[in-house]
């Protein structure tokens, strides 16, 4: 594919998801993500998207709104056979444009149907519809091709809605044709992660950091997003010269990894999973979970990584008082001294199943996730984490997490291993 | 507040979602999707909506294109006191109408302040301005009150960002004054949720289904929601009679449970965990899982419903062979003949761990999630599902799952729970 020689830098872009599903109250449009990720790492920045049902006056609008303010329009969605799929029609009109039937992707389509032994239905020919001046971009998981269409200045590109059809095919234009018409900045990215801090204190230690950033030769943005009890740094370079560019990255992640100590868990993109399992693995120790309130979330996170069975073999769900006992050997007198969420109770949780799984690390977790049991000095929320190991080392900690059950058992579960990431570093 | 003598009802909406935080690759706007919600319930279609940054030239020009094209305009977000905060500007522009300072507003946020001894800083004041002839909803949770504008038949509500500010907030507009204002019509809704069955083999036994709803004195439209190897039906009815919706509602979930048999497993919204844990209460059983490449994900499931500990009290994670030798009972000499991923495996993991913990049931999950450990007769994906009990009653599947190490895990999950409600409803 050629394309003319470049004009004006792409740098600002619209997307519009197509479709009435999208609209709809328990769906969200996640293409959009990609190709805002996609995107920004050519340098172009995202100013606006929207949804759009399938209603051919609404989506017309809505294609002529995003060519006047976007030099990249990009739309996902709507390419389909039916007379729902009004992507290509809209585009059309929007750009006063007319359509041909491309007889060569329709017979593409015909033989993509008889490799499965079908005929063509007649309505798929509408696949082959093709707005006037567009260059076709081949489809390998589906039935519609995308178009890329120059329109003046202005760059619109069609591409399908399912996911893996859309995603082989921005990631060619992306390397394709679209790098050739963008500016020489690119977007780099770098992620820090801070576990154990507000949101409003980090901001206060960032604030010296985020001044020096903005003074340097390569200015270094910064934006902070909290979930689930962790903070997320996320810091961005746009420039021309990617080792450049990365070594300023470099060199801000590790200001923000100076500043905020043990804190900072992560700063190469890891989740809290995967730093615990790598500091495992290095240290060549293995663990196991008695989990009570949690109910076998933080095993479910672990688990999740894999190669994991290199320090995780086994755990045990104690959500009974009787279970506490028998599977983990916590003395009765204990639990009915201190009660069930005590770190008494998390302790034994977490040295007997140490002993018991005779591994070097045990984690216990106990406490309140509601809505019922709490009491009146152990409140909803309440939760013990104890972490016994290696060697004579235990620790123990008492936290009340705000929320309903899931956002208690979620901030648990971070907690959890947020306290075994600790625990590891100390030790060395 | 008086709103004045309904002219044309309220029918179709539009939702901006403002601020630049949500146009990044990893945010989704979560606001419009429960702000549809509610307008669906008063029979408000929402045609379009957009994600706007914080640029007052797209968000002027955004309001204006969403006021041409819908009778209501609602927008979330870019109420807060700094520059970045334009939506009031965006509003009063796009209508073209001045804004005061409202002197009674900014005293209750500089109330707000005080009541946690802070002075109010200056720049809050930007939250009293008002644009011309709107009225003010107030905010329980924030210092933004939302805005309630009429320009001619069109209503523009403005709403602040943070969830916990907007829902109550719009909670009182849809209760209050915008009941007033919408046709009779209102829109029902109820879910049929069917597991063990394509999306494709569902349509073909749905389509005459569908044929008869449309054709009803109350028509029912219907769509499906396929996730995690459930689908959702979705069957939704409009009209002004709350009682005949809700008839025509049930009937019609009546005659999907009736084609779809056992497969059928909630009309009522709940979801698996929960249709399990009932059919668990209603019998009075027990059950224990032993999980191997779940690792925890089952058992987590069962215990985020409230009150699980009736029927849930512990678990085993039996990640390597030898977890499942010392913690289940599973045979060295079963394992090394049939391998771990096998029949016999899951079938002694289940009743090990049913008799280990003397409960009525247990339930064996054992298999490959990768991406590591596929053989040539065991894929990727290969699951095995046991459950023995209760009684002397016994039941095995081998399935082969798609997708990632993640995707395998959760279906795995998803296909546990559901062999266990089978095997519950065989249980009379």
């Known amino acids: 594919m050629t394309t003319p020689a470049p004009r004006h ?27 805002t990720a996609r995107l920004e790492e050519l340098g172009i920045g995202v100013a606006w998207k929207a949804i759009v049902g399938d209603d051919r006056t609404h989506l017309t609008d809505a294609v002529r ?48 149907f008889a490799r499965r032994h079908l005929p063509m239905p007649d309505i798929n020919r509408r696949q082959g519809l093709v707005i006037e001046g567009a260059v076709l971009l081949p489809n390998g998981n589906g039935t519609a091709p995308g178009q890329w269409i120059e329109d003046g200045d202005r760059i619109v590109l069609l591409l399908p809605g399912p996911p893996r059809e859309m995603r082989p095919m921005l990631d060619a234009v992306v390397r394709g044709p679209l790098a050739g018409r963008v ?3 690119r977007l780099f990215r770098r992620s820090v992660r801070i576990a154990g801090r ?35 740094l996320q810091l961005t370079v746009r420039h021309a010269d990617a080792a450049l560019a990365d070594a300023t ?14 804190d900072a868990f992560s700063s190469d993109g890891a ?39 290199a320090y995780f073999e086994r755990s045990v769900i104690a959500y009974s008082n009787a279970a506490k006992r028998e599977l983990l050997g916590v003395p009765g007198e204990v639990i009915d001294l201190h009660g069930a969420v005590s770190e008494p109770v998390a302790l034994a949780m977490a040295s007997g199943i140490r002993e018991r799984s005779a591994v070097d690390i045990g984690v216990g977790i106990t ?21 016994s190991g290696p060697g004579a080392h235990q620790r123990v900690r008492t936290m009340l997490f705000p929320g309903d059950r899931q956002q208690v058992r979620t901030l648990a579960t971070q907690s ?10 100390a030790t060395s």
């Open 367 to 387: 406490g309140i996730a509601g809505p019922s049991g709490a009491t009146d000095d152990k409140p909803l929320g309440t939760v013990v984490i104890a972490v």
């Open 249 to 262: 990255l470099g060199a801000a992640a590790g200001s923000v990894v100076a500043a905020f100590g043990d």
């Open 198 to 232: 507000s949101e409003s204190h980090a901001e206060e230690v960032l604030q010296p950091l985020y001044a020096s950033w903005a003074r340097g030769s390569v200015p270094v943005a910064a934006t902070i997003l909290a979930a689930f009890g962790l903070l997320e």
């Open 183 to 185: 500016g020489r900045e």
């Open 9 to 35: 830098p792409v740098a600002v872009a619209a997307i519009l998801a197509v479709g009435s599903e999208l609209l709809r109250h328990d769906r969200t449009d996640t293409n959009s993500l990609h190709i």
């Open 65 to 112: 709104f995003a060519c006047a303010r976007a030099d990249l329009v990009v739309l996902t969605g709507g390419l389909g056979p039916t007379d729902d799929d009004l992507t290509r029609d809209a585009v059309a009109a929007a750009l006063g444009r007319g359509m041909t039937h491309d007889e060569p992707t329709i017979d593409a389509i015909r033989a993509r």
């Open 416 to 425: 959890a291993l947020d306290h075994l990431r600790r625990a590891l570093l």
């Open 271 to 309: 989740t809290m999973d995967v730093v615990v399992g790598r500091l495992l693995a290095d240290r060549g120790l293995r663990v196991a979970f008695a989990e009570s309130c949690t109910g076998g979330l933080v095993s479910a996170r672990v688990s999740d990584v894999a190669g994991c069975s």
